[in-house]
């Protein structure tokens, strides 16, 4: 029961900060700079710009729809040292920050 | 048990995430669904840390300086990282709201905003994870080493007092 209340508090909470985050960029003006009216298919901005004349929607980068493990490994792969990257750098800052060695040799 | 199930929880939810950085490759039939039923794996996330953040809470600003404080406000920044990942997601859905029949009013930015909260979002996880190393350490030994070594020294303690040698 505790786990359930607290899991739609959680729940509840993200809703709120969503419903907040799109209601705001929906209401943002137009005339924003990045910001563009219409739908968030690149197609129907292609569309708009240039009515008289549809075009195809444009071609996307790779098998959109289609799974493909080899590179769905190297990206997983290239993102994992990516963050192992990151965390070992934040891992020795901290070190420094608490003044402990970065490297205990005396420990059993 | 309850750290093997945090340690299970926090796999998973960077397995999901490295898989979801990448839709070209999965596709975005699977890379939709798969991170939408991600959300209940990340509330459950939160919920098990409920109470460490809820004692945080309550005691942030008498000390207000301490390496703690900094955990505390990466996880709400990690939490808002999921929350805007999943609304621009949901914004920019091809597969999971047409098939539940939403049809949300999109914009051209959500899509940049969904690229650009993917990347935080990965940046913070990097940190969070550097800031938790020793509890993921800690976790790592007590699933992966300490049952091995158990039931060595139960074979046979000699090995054991060798090894300590
Ligand atoms: C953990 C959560 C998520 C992560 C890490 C993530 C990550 C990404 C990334 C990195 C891209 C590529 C962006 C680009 O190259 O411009 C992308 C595209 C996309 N995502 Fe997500 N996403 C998540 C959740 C969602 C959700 C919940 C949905 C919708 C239900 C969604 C729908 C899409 C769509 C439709 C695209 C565009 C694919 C295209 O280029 O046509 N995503 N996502």
Redesign the interface.
């Known amino acids: 029961m505790k ?1 359930l209340t ?2 739609f508090t ?2 509840a909470v ?1 809703c709120v ?2 419903f907040g ?2 209601y705001g ?2 209401s ?1 003006p137009d005339d924003l700079p ?8 690149p197609a129907e ?1 292609v569309l708009q710009s240039a009515p008289q004349q549809p075009l195809a929607p444009p071609a ?10 080899g ?2 490994l190297r ?2 792969a290239k ?2 040292i ?10 020795l ?2 070190r420094v ?2 003044k402990k060695p970065l490297i205990n040799f005396r420990k059993k | 048990m309850k750290i093997k199930l945090n340690f299970w929880i926090d796999v998973a939810i ?2 999901i995430f ?2 979801a ?10 890379h939709e669904w798969l991170t939408t039923s991600a959300v209940a794996i990340l ?2 996330h ?2 098990l840390h ?1 109470e460490w953040f809820m004692t945080l809470t309550a005691r942030f600003f008498v000390k207000l300086w301490h ?1 703690s404080r900094l955990n505390y406000l990466l996880s709400i920044a990690l ?2 990282g999921f ?2 990942l ?2 621009s997601g949901f ?2 859905s ?1 597969k999971v709201l047409p098939t539940l029949g939403v049809e ?10 969904h690229d650009l909260s993917a990347n935080l979002t ?2 913070i ?3 969070h ?3 938790r ?1 020793e509890w993921v350490w800690a976790a790592f030994k007590k699933i992966f080493v300490a049952p091995f070594v158990k039931e060595r020294k139960a074979d046979s303690p000699v090995l054991i007092e060798e090894d300590g040698l």
């Open positions: 786990f607290r899991f959680v729940l993200a900060f969503g985050l799109y960029i929906q943002l990045g910001i563009s009216q219409g739908g968030s298919n901005h996307r980068d790779g098998r959109m729809d289609e799974i493909n493990i590179r769905l990206s997983m993102n994992l990516l963050i192992s990257i990151l965390a070992c750098f934040t891992i800052a901290v920050l608490n | 960077l397995c490295l898989v950085m990448e839709p070209g490759a999965s596709g975005v039939f699977i509330i459950v939160f919920v409920w390496s939490f808002l929350a805007t999943m609304v914004a920019i091809e949300l009013a999109g914009r051209g930015a959500w899509k940049r905003i990965l940046l996880i990097a940190l994870i550097g800031l190393w």
